[in-house]
């Protein structure tokens, strides 16, 4: 089946396109941007055509989310590998890497396999599995990272924590390099950050909670890079949340190290002064910072520091939420939020251009990984995400198709609408 996407505003960082025009597609893979060859019309028309009029709508290259959590196997209450990966599609994205972090962790081929198992059979996009560094994620011993890769394994994280041991964590890194796989990292000094909840400051002292201090992040980042600068390792921050980490991600890539960096629409959205009293919607990990921070991570964003938008879709169950912020879980839900987020904290402020907002959500995410994708020209895979990006409506949790609940935008006022998310040529949302 061939489609032919009529009339849309297309974004192609990688190309440098930014206009209207007609984008042809056949068997999953893009044929032409602007117009059909004279002697392919016919044989692309014979072979039937679904048609998208794409008109007021921009048509970009497929976003890939580098950090979802999507819970399966072991807290298959709070997420499953299939409403998860709806709710990234219905967020228009093409793919994502889940996080190790299940029960049982996802640390050996083994683990790996089962995941694309699942996926295959249960999601409607592209999964890029991430394997675990440690054992069980427990710090001590390092995983088969070449057989995981083999088995499918796209990057590798000890998401959730950051892998204390500065030994183990060096070889793992060598591995990377080696293999040629992205290290994503979690940036948290376990013995620093204590019982903390939140950032530390006004806000925690308020509520009486134990505070996280930027030097709980920083402190980790400086390793990491000292680190990927010693293994040549290709490192990737998590959730950028410091103005500290915004920094030595510019000096380090002054300097040439392979570094990368993410940031999440919480963290250049929101400050620790937004949270309400005892509500752990507003408690993840990082935690909220201060308009100092978030203002850094906004001026990255803006001027290419921090390489990608990521969403650090954490789901968790009402009661686990309902909890007095102290004892809560962290994280928050971000799939379906993170492009309207995006699109009015970024693009409607004038800090991104909608060019620079697809590179930060596919173009950028794909090169970190290593995978194809990002780009529409001729021969690319098929995977497209439509949007509007002058609808306005209001966040309503109700309508996830997330099993998470747990957000800080409930009711929010917002721009940019998801229309279509394409997988190679077939239509994954709508959901049929
Ligand atoms: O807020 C977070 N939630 N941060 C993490 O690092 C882990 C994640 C989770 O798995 O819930
Ligand atoms: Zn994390
Ligand atoms: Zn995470």
């Not at 392979?258 to 509500?279: K, M, Q, R």
């Not at 001027?303 to 990521?310: C, F, L, R, T, Y």
Request: proline letters at 6%; one cysteine or more.
């Amino acid at each position: 089946m061939n489609l032919w996407i009529k009339g849309g505003r297309l974004l192609d960082p990688a190309a440098g396109w930014d206009g209207i025009c007609d984008l042809f597609v056949s068997n999953g893979v893009v044929v032409s941007a602007g117009s059909l060859p004279e002697g392919e019309k016919q044989r692309f028309f014979d072979a039937g055509v679904t048609e998208i009029d794409a008109s007021g709508k921009c048509v970009m290259p497929g976003f890939v989310d580098l950090h979802v959590h999507l819970r399966e196997p072991g807290f298959e209450y709070k997420e499953t590998i299939r409403t998860g990966t709806m709710a990234a599609a219905k967020g228009g994205f093409t793919a994502v890497c889940p996080m190790p972090n299940t029960n049982p962790a996802t640390d050996c081929p083994e683990m790996i396999r089962r995941v694309l198992a699942i996926a295959e059979k249960d999601s409607p996009i592209r999964v890029y599995p991430v394997g675990a560094i440690t054992l069980g994620q427990r710090g001590e011993q390092m995983t088969d990272i070449e057989g995981m890769v083999k088995a499918g394994a796209k990057a590798l994280s000890e998401d959730g924590k950051s892998v204390m041991d500065s030994g183990v964590y060096r070889e793992a890194m060598k591995e990377a390099a080696r293999l040629s796989v992205p290290v994503l990292a979690h940036c948290e000094d376990k013995n620093l950050a204590g019982r903390g909840a939140l950032n530390a400051g006004k806000k925690a002292e308020e509520l009486g909670v134990e505070g996280i201090t930027n030097a709980v992040e920083d402190i980790i980042v400086a390793r990491d890079i000292l680190l990927a600068k010693e293994t040549g390792a290709r490192l990737h921050l998590c959730h950028c949340s410091t103005r500290g980490s915004v920094g030595m991600i510019r000096s380090a890539k002054e300097e040439g190290i392979p570094v990368s960096g993410e940031a999440c629409p919480h963290h250049f959205t929101l400050t620790d002064e937004d949270i309400l009293s005892n509500d752990a919607n507003y408690k993840m990990n990082p935690p909220l910072r201060s308009a100092a921070d978030a203002d850094a991570l906004r001026r990255g964003l803006a001027e290419g520091v921090i390489d990608a938008i990521s969403t650090d879709h954490a789901p968790h169950g009402r009661e686990e939420k309902e909890a007095p912020i102290a004892e809560a879980p962290f994280g928050i839900v971000g799939s379906e939020t993170v492009f309207s987020l995006a699109v009015t904290e970024l693009v409607k402020t004038g800090i991104l251009s909608p060019l620079q907002l697809v590179e930060k959500m596919s173009t950028n995410p794909c090169r970190i990984l290593g995978v194809r994708g990002g780009s529409l020209q001729p021969g690319m895979p098929a995977d497209i995400t439509i949007a509007d990006f002058e609808e306005k409506y209001a966040i309503d949790k109700n309508n996830f198709v997330s099993k998470g609940r747990n957000t800080p935008f409930d009711g929010r006022e917002v721009y940019g609408a998801i229309e279509y998310t394409i997988v190679s040529g077939k239509v994954a949302y709508p959901f049929r």
